[in-house]
């Protein structure tokens, strides 16, 4: 009899429920519960009551009860594991959804809440098993292509998420969701026009989508189509005068075009509506800067930095670009001073492998100090150095800075400019040192210590020096080894070990790991282990790899990033397939994919680009492995580097005939003109090397390139001409 009477209060408790009348719902149900307090429906349906009013706890409470009164209750593990979920309670909502599909493998709703937890914990590939087997449940379920297709889009499969993106569509064409995920996947492959077309479709459904117009704004900036990209952040703001991004842009569109109180205006107005953000005051210091109102301009600044600290250096990376948009209306005016000054004696030391010591890994004047010789400390103000300070305070040029002024030259972006801007935080340094170039007693705070020339691979522009996988080839070609094949900076490594640990313990902010081969070398494990055991994760990690491997001996260098929040590892990766394994002797490209696809699965987070060594071999293919990169999801388009090969010089793009020089001009201008953001670094970079190789006529080192070339071939069983033909010509003319 009482559990009749308790049937028909939950029959009635679910009515109300249903009607919205949910007072006399919870009622009804509290009467169930009188007659029979172990009825698992009617603690189902209270659960779903509190669950509708955002009740969570309550609702939680009552899942559980049920459960604990007849465990098979599917429905109760499902609502279980999705009110976990949004407690952040991952495990427990793992656990409950899996004991719901458990129960009940069909229940696609519960799948898919277990795909979108998988995502949130980041196991994409847990989470693409889930959508996918919705899909194979009902092949009509947009959402789970949607899903999919964002999941193989963070992946870096882009290919298979534009197709499931565009299956989304095809269910349902006004899912902004996918249409957002397509429009991120189309700009990160710098397929703009594609990505402006998925805008456009979007404001033709709905004029006033103002996110649409945001996006589609920025997308025409970056295509230098400045006064249409106003429309749209003004289009935007019409829609939502609050929108904070939208006026912040508009601000650094009329930065660009010098219209300083247009800029103000816009970053007031972020200002007031994000006064927690740093962008507003930057964006303020340089309009102020620009209208020459020096104290608002510090004022601006000052309020940047209590934000973040780091705002110095995004403010010395804005005037630098404000700095490069008036250089191409010719219009440049920089002290001297400014022209040579350069942070990395401050603050950096470099060691190579035969111990001496300089100021970056470029400088091309003699060693400043050797590090067998000196601590440290010492080393910070060797003779050499406290010169080359002064010089740089006086702004007198510096021979062995060659490189850096010749870049600037020819529109590359110097290291001497890229690291001002990184490391912007240390420019007080400077006002500390004394005239003629002493510096008190301040740590180094980048190293780029090379260990030894430890290499795995035989690359055609390296030598022994660099790679001790060389030697053996320069002996057989008669060339100079220095000492054995393995170099090494010490003597005495407990020696230098001493000396360092105290450097990083504290002081240091980044070490480049470069080769040799870092990731094959004992003592780069060595400084990682200290590290992770300091907890000292905030030490930046910057590598500069040959990418063949990243296991060594029982380590797993992905295991190890995972320890540190800022790891960024530049790949030397010359071309694709046959190409890069014949530029690099001992790559196996299959290699090389496989260890970016696991990155891009163990590691989302790690930074990623590519350095490529720009020499006569690749100049003509290297947009075409941009390209592919990109569109493969393996690199952001704007993560290339190029570096000219200038050593030997046979190698240089210089060397080129005149024909192949042409084809390689109208390969980089199509480049420019099809895939790349006409204001972006890659950019200017291929106009660089195209300015760069156009320079100079070194076409008379041709026959000794192809002598160099047939007999490394010989060597090494390969045919250069087989694997570029392009260059089989310059073959033939010097027979
Ligand atoms: S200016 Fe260039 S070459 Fe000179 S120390 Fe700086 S980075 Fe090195």
Redesign the pocket.
């Given at each position: 009899m009482t559990s009749q009477k308790a049937e028909a209060y939950l029959q009635l408790g679910r009515s109300c429920r249903l009607q919205g009348r949910l007072s006399e719902a919870e009622t009804a149900l509290r009467q169930a519960l009188e007659c029979d307090p172990q009825n698992g429906g009617v603690r189902f349906e209270l659960g779903a009551l509190y669950l509708g009013q955002n009740r969570f706890i309550e609702a939680a409470a009552e899942f559980e009860r049920a459960i604990a009164i007849d465990p098979h209750m599917k429905g109760a593990h499902g609502q279980l594991g999705r009110i976990y979920r949004g407690q952040g309670r991952s495990s427990e909502a793992e656990a409950a959804l899996n004991k719901a599909l458990e129960l009940d493998p069909q229940d696609g709703g519960v799948r898919f809440e277990l795909g979108v937890l998988y995502e949130c914990q980041g196991k994409f590939l847990q989470a693409a098993v889930e959508f996918e087997k919705i899909i194979a449940m009902d092949p009509n379920h947009g959402g789970a292509y949607r899903q999919l297709g964002r999941i193989c889009r963070r992946q870096g499969r882009s290919s298979e998420a534009e197709a499931a993106l565009n299956k989304a569509l095809e269910f349902d064409a006004q899912d902004g969701g996918a249409r957002f995920e397509l429009c991120v996947l189309y700009e990160s492959q710098s397929k703009f026009l594609k990505a402006a077309a998925e805008l456009e479709k979007t404001i033709a459904i709905d004029p006033n989508h103002g996110w649409a117009h945001f996006q589609l704004g920025r997308i025409y900036r970056r295509q230098g189509r400045l006064s249409e990209a106003a429309t749209e952040f003004e289009r935007a703001i019409a829609i939502d005068p609050h929108d904070a991004e939208a006026h912040l842009c508009l601000g650094q569109l009329h930065l660009r075009l010098g219209q300083w109180a247009g800029a103000e205006a816009e970053f007031q107005r972020a200002a007031s509506l994000s006064p927690d953000k740093e962008g507003a005051y930057i964006g303020l210091w340089a309009a102020y800067r620009g209208q020459e109102r020096t104290v608002e301009a510090g004022a601006a600044l000052a309020k940047a930095m209590a934000i973040t600290p780091m705002s110095a250096m995004a403010c010395t990376e804005l005037w630098d670009r404000l700095d490069r948009d008036r250089a191409i209306g010719g219009d440049v005016k920089e002290p001297p001073r400014e022209r040579?000054f350069?942070l990395?004696?401050w603050m950096h030391l470099h060691v190579r492998m035969d111990g001496l010591v300089r100021?970056?890994c470029?400088?091309?004047g003699p060693p400043l100090a050797d590090i067998r010789a000196s601590s440290l400390d010492e080393l910070c103000n060797s003779a050499g150095m406290k010169a080359?300070r002064s010089d740089m305070m006086s702004g007198r040029p510096?021979a062995?800075?060659g490189?850096?002024y010749e870049d600037e030259r020819f529109g590359f972006r110097?290291?001497?400019q890229k690291?001002n801007i990184e490391w912007a935080h240390h420019r007080g340094r400077e006002r500390l040192t004394a005239p003629d170039g002493t510096l008190p007693r301040l740590p180094a705070v980048f190293l780029d210590l090379r260990f030894s020339n430890a290499c795995n691979l035989r690359c055609r522009t390296c030598d022994s020096t660099q790679s001790s996988a060389w030697a053996a080839d320069a002996r057989a070609l008669s060339m100079r080894v220095g000492g054995g094949p393995i170099q090494k900076p010490y003597d005495d490594w407990d020696r230098l070990w001493r000396q360092l640990q105290p450097l990083l313990e504290e002081g240091i902010e980044e070490i480049h790991f470069v080769g040799g081969e870092p990731l094959i070398m004992e003592e780069h494990y060595r400084i990682l282990d200290f590290l992770i055991a300091r907890k000292r994760k905030d030490v930046r990690l910057h590598y500069s790899t040959n990418f063949s491997t990243l296991r060594f001996q029982d380590w797993d260098v992905i295991g190890l990033w995972s320890h540190f929040r800022n790891v960024h590892v530049v790949a030397s990766l010359d071309g694709s397939g046959r190409r890069g394994e014949y530029i690099r002797k001992g790559l196996r490209w299959e290699a090389v994919v496989a260890n970016r696809e696991e990155m891009l699965r163990r590691c989302p987070d790690v930074v990623f680009s590519i350095a490529v060594a720009l020499s006569i071999f690749n100049a003509l293919h290297l947009p075409d492995f941009h390209r592919e990169w990109v569109e493969k999801g393996f690199i952001h388009c704007d993560a290339l580097a190029l570096n000219r090969v200038l050593t030997p010089e046979i190698y240089r793009t210089q060397v080129l005939s005149a024909g192949l020089k042409q084809q390689v001009l109208e390969s980089y201008q199509r480049h420019r003109e099809s895939f790349l953001d006409a204001d972006g670094i890659p950019a200017r970079d291929f106009a660089a090397a195209a300015r760069f190789m156009a320079a100079e006529d070194r076409s008379g080192l041709l026959p000794e390139f192809v002598a160099m070339t047939r007999r490394l071939d010989r060597l090494r069983g390969e045919d250069c001409r087989e694997v570029f033909p392009e260059l089989a010509a310059l073959f033939e003319a010097t027979e």
């Open positions: 040579v350069c990395l004696p100021p970056c470029i400088w091309r080359l510096v062995g800075c490189q850096c110097s290291m001497r690291k």
